[in-house]
Each structure stands twice: as C-alpha cells, then as structure tokens.
C-alpha cells in the first residue's frame, strides 16, 4: 500500500487544497491529509473544527484520510508507514519554501520524498489567508471554498463581529 500524507494548516480548507488532495488521491493507494495542530500562525478554526471541515468535503474519496497531528512531519508518516509526503506549488515562493522543506525532511528521515503537485491555473491565487480576507471584508467566498466551509466562515465571523 503506497501511502502519502499530505500536511497543512487548512485554516480554512479551500478549493485549491481539495484539488490536490484528489488529484494525489489518483496516485496513491492511500492519502492521509494531516491537520497540524499548532502552527505557529493565528488560527481562525480550532484543530476539530479544520479536521471536521476537511473530513466533510473529502467525505467521497474512499481512499483519503483526514487525521490530526503535531511534532513533525516525518515522525507523523512514520507512525502511519507513509513514505512520500505531498505539497501543492502555487508560485515561485512556495517552490523556495518547500525546496527548503524537503531538504530538510531528507536530513531529518531519507527514506521520506517529498512530491510536489503544480496547482491548477484557477487556483493559482488561492489562500486560506486570501478567502480570511474576502469574508471578513464582507464578500461572498462561494466560488473559493465549498458550502461547508463558507458557511462555518459566515458563522464565525457574525459570532466574531462586535
Ligand atoms: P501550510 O501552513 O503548511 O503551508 P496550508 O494549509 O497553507 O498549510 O497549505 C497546505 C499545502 O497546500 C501547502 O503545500 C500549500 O502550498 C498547498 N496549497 C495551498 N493553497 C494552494 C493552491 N491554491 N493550489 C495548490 N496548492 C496549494
């Protein structure tokens, strides 16, 4: 079973993590998309909340997983016998910080891989930070993140909103 684990802080998940996620789901047996507990960022969602959302939008692909973790990466796939982990590439900075990464994983753990897929064109500007953005200024997100996720958007900003 070629098990990948593909790692982020999906805060919120959008349209373009759920691309690659299906799209590695075509390649591999078994992807586990890990949830990182504690990054060190601002969260809009809790940890149960990103996982409940990424777990409800990827509800039918059969072969993904969602599960949350912290500490490393390499010591997650380890647990889980996974060997390659999987990242998305947007633009050129990315390609920086993962090509920093996946050095990295490779001094921490050589039996791990790092495989990046490119984004799709539509999603090519698409960030958790930018649909934040959008819905606190008030704008629809609808064509960035599926109903779910928008609809725990408009929540948490009407509960947030003085
Ligand atoms: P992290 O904090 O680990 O970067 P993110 O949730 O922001 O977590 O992203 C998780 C992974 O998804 C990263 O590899 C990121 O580059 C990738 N990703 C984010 N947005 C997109 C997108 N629009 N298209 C393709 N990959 C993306």
Redesign the pocket.
């Known amino acids: 079973m070629n098990t990948a684990v593909?790692?982020?802080?999906?805060?919120p998940?959008?349209?373009?993590?759920i691309?690659?996620a299906r799209r590695a789901a075509g390649i591999f047996d078994r992807v586990i998309v890990a949830v990182?507990d504690l990054?060190q960022?601002s969260l809009l969602f809790n940890t149960q909340e990103r996982v409940a959302m990424v777990r409800e939008v990827l509800a039918d692909v059969s072969n993904i997983e969602v599960s949350s973790y912290s500490g490393l990466t390499v010591d997650f796939c380890r647990e889980r016998g996974a060997h390659t982990v999987?990242?998305?590439?947007?633009v050129i900075s990315?390609f920086e910080?993962?090509y920093q990464m996946s050095l990295t994983t490779r001094e921490l753990a050589p039996e791990i891989d790092m495989v990046?897929?490119?984004?799709?064109l539509q999603?090519?500007?698409?960030?958790?930070?930018i649909v934040k953005e959008v819905a606190l200024a008030g704008g629809s997100v609808s064509q960035f993140v599926p109903e779910p996720v928008s609809a725990a958007l408009r929540a948490r900003l009407t509960h947030h909103t003085p």
Not at 116 to 120: A, P, V
Not at 123 to 129: G, N, P, R, V
Request: hydrophobic residues 30%; glycine residues 8%; aromatic residues 14%.
């Open positions: 593909y790692p982020g802080t999906f805060d998940v959008h349209n373009g993590h691309d690659i990182y990054p960022k999987v990242r998305g590439l947007r990315d910080r993962e990046c897929l490119m984004t799709s999603y090519a500007f698409l960030s958790s930070t």
